[in-house]
């Protein structure tokens, strides 16, 4: 099938190659002219892992091509996907100017029927929003289709190419059909597609995200009720997982969550429910409880030296979001890293792909070690913000001979407090009591 993805940003990109990889033929469309020559080149703009491997492969079979130019791209295109930025505005909602802008241009360039689909995560009623800037100038028949996507950011292309479940949103039977044809091969082994109505599908999306933000933020919870009461945060949620009503996923607490989703799907339903005149106070209450749950590390960490760290070296391993990834949007280090400095703070910061991009937002106010061991040499403290697979067995020893302090504040809860008391460190994590050391 002839495909064309309009956005190469990290959805765009992902889609784009695994359909080239079924063997379609894909062209993807960007206005950003640097980066689609550096994709023309075999230049990958985004860190997920097996996506290089893919993206060369295809690219080198001529299957997966890269330009700026929309009108040449749709000519030959049977299905267009609309992968384009959904950023939140002032007040929440979510920005569709992107998405509407291109539909108004693909109406003055379609030539003949065309599925058009929104990939993006976009509000309830976006399907016929883009259908309509689409009227406006179009003479020949086409569909809009609901598919969002449910890429986990470290896991997108197994999640592409062995997706749980396709969730298709169109009330056309010659869309359902293409579309089912398009996801077939990716559903061999039984997996559903479900189809349902445009309004259903984008709400399905939403709802998803909104769940899944909602299940950390409670656990972030009960692991802050767990150090008031001595209990501890890992015992309650290997407990409370085994039930199979609950599941054993995102049951971690920590100091929140971040990324390109969640922050900005749970404010965009909030909005949507402010529309439409609902009060959804579970999703107001899961906004505040995260935005609070990145400062319980820091007032940690400046209980301990006795609110003053000016002048104090603070290592930071992790800046991402979350592991495997270079997404920094939203993540939690950032905020914490911009707190420390404002208090006067000496900040080194170690991540395994990330600190390009911190690099872009905090310049020289902050260094850059080439490793986690050079990140705490003469720290006073270590700080983990995320946890990255590198982080889980480090040389304790080593650090201890580094670090200028034995402190470690554990955002993650990598590690057994009973062990890190036994070494001689003192040990703060999120939901468990902190020993005294050896």
């Not at 640097?34 to 860190?47: D, S, T």
Request: charge should be neutral.
């Amino acid at each position: 099938m002839n495909i064309t993805v309009v956005g190469t940003g990290y959805v765009g990109l992902v889609t784009g190659t695994c359909f080239a990889e079924m063997g379609n033929q894909v062209i993807c469309v960007d206005i950003d002219q640097k980066k689609v020559e550096a994709m023309q080149q075999g230049r990958i703009p985004i860190y997920e892992p097996h996506l290089d491997v893919l993206f060369e492969r295809n690219i080198k079979q001529g299957r997966l091509i890269f330009t700026t130019d929309l009108a040449a791209a749709i000519k030959p295109a049977q299905v267009i996907f609309l992968a384009l930025p959904t950023p939140p505005g002032e007040d929440g909602s979510a920005d569709l100017s992107y998405v509407l802008g291109v539909a108004s241009k693909l109406g003055q360039l379609m030539d003949s029927y065309k599925v058009v689909v929104n990939k993006s995560t976009v509000p309830v009623g976006t399907a016929e929003k883009v259908h309509h800037a689409i009227a406006a100038n179009c003479k020949v028949e086409y569909d809009v289709v609901s598919n969002p996507e449910f890429l986990r950011e470290g896991f997108a292309v197994d999640d592409f190419m062995k997706p749980d479940r396709v969730v298709i949103g169109t009330e056309s039977e010659r869309a359902r059909k293409i579309m089912s044809e398009l996801y077939a091969p990716f559903v061999r082994q039984g997996n559903p597609i479900y189809m349902m109505d445009a309004r259903s599908s984008e709400l399905t999306k939403y709802a998803a995200n909104a769940f899944l933000a909602t299940k950390i933020t409670f656990m972030n919870e009960i692991a802050n009720l767990c150090e008031r009461t001595g209990a501890n945060v890992d015992m309650v949620r290997i407990g409370i997982g085994s039930d199979d009503r609950i599941g054993k996923r995102f049951l971690f607490a920590g100091i929140g969550y971040g990324g390109s989703c969640f922050p900005k799907d749970v404010q965009a339903l909030a909005k949507t429910a402010d529309e439409y005149g609902y009060d959804f106070r579970v999703l107001d209450s899961v906004m505040k409880v995260n935005a609070t749950q990145r400062t319980i590390i820091f007032d940690k960490i400046m209980r301990y030296f006795n609110h003053d760290v000016k002048g104090k070296k603070i290592g930071v391993w992790g800046l991402a979001f979350k592991p495997d990834t270079d997404d920094i949007r939203e993540a939690p280090a950032l905020f914490l890293i911009e707190k420390f400095l404002e208090a006067g703070a000496v900040i080194s910061v170690f991540d395994p792909e990330a600190m390009p991009n911190v690099k872009k937002i905090f310049g020289e106010r902050i260094s850059y070690a080439q490793d986690s061991y050079e990140a705490i040499a003469q720290a006073d403290a270590l700080l983990i913000a995320t946890e990255w697979a590198v982080f889980r067995t480090p040389e304790f020893e080593r650090i201890s001979k580094l670090m200028k302090n034995k402190a470690i504040f554990d955002g993650r809860n990598l590690y057994d407090p009973s062990k890190m008391a036994q070494l001689g460190f003192h040990y703060e994590s999120i939901g468990r009591q902190t020993l005294k050391n050896a």
